[in-house]
Structures are given as C-alpha cells and as structure tokens.
C-alpha cells in the first residue's frame, strides 16, 4: 500500500512558477512508474501532464512539454513537478500517481486512465490568474 500526499499547490499569476511535492508513504517509490495529473477543469477526465520511470526517464503532455520538469528523489521518497512559465489554462487541481504496471509501459498516447492506475494522492490547487 502506498499513500501519496500532495504540497505546493497555490495561485499565481500567469508567467510564474510554482513545485509540487508529492511524498510517499507505506511502500518505498524507487520501483513504481510516477506520474502526474491534473483535472482541468472540475468534472472533467483527469489528463496525463508529465511521468518518471523508475530509471529517471521522463515524458510530458504537449501541452507543458518544455514548461514542466517532473523529477523524483528515491531517497526521499519523494516525486517533484516544476511548473514554469504558468499559464491561465494549466489552473486545476494536480494529483499524483504511481503505478507498478503499465503507466510507463507504452506510448503516450496509449497513458493508462487515471482511475485505473494502482495509487493516486487527493490533489493540490493549481490556479494561474491572467
């Protein structure tokens, strides 16, 4: 059983940065595939934004590719997003995911459904006003 928790949500202006934290506990992370994901807006199917494989290979959404910089610190325990260079449309609330299956297995665009991945954290608010 693994338990994430998100930090580091808030509100910025569009243009700044924001990091979100997601710190593990239960299980150690060094084996699970990452991931974050957002649901923009409310009700909506929440997207993949960025994932980290257990080696530290990384890939991102389109939309934030050369924006965001998912890392992870193994010994911490701990996966980072780095959000720069915000914009309106990113605003959502951000969750964090790990996987020991296929949510780094396979393309992009073949990303697991979010609620079909084996643990997820309750999320952080990201807003970015214009």
């Known amino acids: 059983q693994v338990l994430l928790v998100e930090s580091g949500g808030g509100s910025v202006q569009a243009g700044g940065s924001l990091t979100l934290s997601c710190a593990a506990s239960g299980s150690t992370i060094d084996r699970y595939c990452m991931a974050w994901f957002r649901q923009v807006p409310a009700g909506k199917e929440r997207e993949g934004v960025a994932?980290?494989?257990?080696?530290?290979?990384?890939d991102y959404a389109d939309s934030v590719n050369g924006r965001f910089t998912i890392s992870r610190d193994n010994d911490k325990n701990t996966m980072y997003l780095q959000m720069n260079a915000l914009k309106p449309e990113d605003t959502g609330m951000y969750y964090c995911a790990a996987d020991g299956g296929m949510l780094c297995g396979g393309s992009w665009s073949r990303l697991p459904r979010f609620n079909d991945l084996g643990y997820w954290g309750q999320g952080a608010q990201v807003t970015v006003s214009s």
């Open positions: 994932r980290i494989d257990s080696d530290g290979d990384s």
